[in-house]
């Protein structure tokens, strides 16, 4: 079956623009996560999804940060007033269930900005 | 909160094993490893659950000390495809976060 997919898979943009970044989880997966991966390091969590309930943003770097899942399915993570420590590769992923469960990433957007 | 991995890096031949530790400040739920190749997406190796039990698909075991919060991952008879950073994450008691340790780069040489 397909796994998750993001888009796009590189993104330019210039200090100060706005950009979204679309994550689809595989279809049936309950939760989603955004991870933010700075060259070298571990991912670093940012948000997390049940369903269409985003019910932990603790990692999301500031109010810049803004992230969604209206029907539970595709999200979308928006960054305002991008900056240029905003540049990394982020990576959604999805499991089945909640607790317990292997997450399934997708191959990341690599975000610059410039 | 982030899990502390040793060694940082280790370099090995092919054939020979590797013990990779990750240790954790926090009460876990559950342990997780994950192997990453430069440019790709972090792929699922092994879940160990509080109580012992282990879900995982590869020829890759692994220990979860609860007492100690800390786990290790066993890779024996290395093969060059086992090359790749290595990092553990890790589930709370409570909240909805998803810790990675600070990654193990792993060479396998022939």
């Known amino acids: 079956g397909a796994g998750v997919s993001q888009s796009p898979r590189y993104k330019v943009a210039k200090r100060g623009q706005d950009v979204a970044l679309r994550c689809d989880p595989i279809s049936g997966h309950v939760s989603l996560f955004w991870y933010q991966q700075a060259l070298g390091q571990g991912p670093e969590f940012l948000t997390y999804f049940q369903n269409e309930a985003q019910l932990d943003k603790s990692g999301l770097p500031s109010d810049r940060f803004f992230a969604e899942r209206p029907e539970g399915s595709v999200s979308t993570l928006k960054i305002q007033r991008t900056q240029q420590e905003d540049s990394a590769v982020y990576l959604c992923?999805?499991?089945?269930?909640?607790?317990?469960?292997?997450?399934?990433f997708g191959d990341g957007t690599r975000l610059s900005i410039l | 909160q982030q899990p502390v991995q040793s060694p940082q890096a280790v370099i090995l031949r092919e054939g020979e094993d590797a013990v990779i530790n990750c240790s954790s400040s926090?009460?876990?739920?559950?342990v997780h490893w994950y192997r990453q190749k430069h440019g790709e997406a972090p792929v699922f190796l092994m879940i160990l659950l509080k109580g012992g039990e282990q879900k995982g698909h590869e020829k890759i075991s692994a220990s979860f000390n609860e007492k100690k919060q800390q786990s290790s991952l066993y890779l024996t008879a290395s093969q060059l495809s086992y090359s790749g950073t290595y990092f553990c994450g890790t589930e709370m008691n409570t909240g909805n976060q998803f810790y990675f340790g600070t990654g193990t780069s792993l060479t396998v040489i022939p």
């Open positions: 992923a999805s499991s089945l269930r909640p607790r317990n469960q292997p997450q399934h």
């Open positions: 926090k009460a876990l739920y559950s």
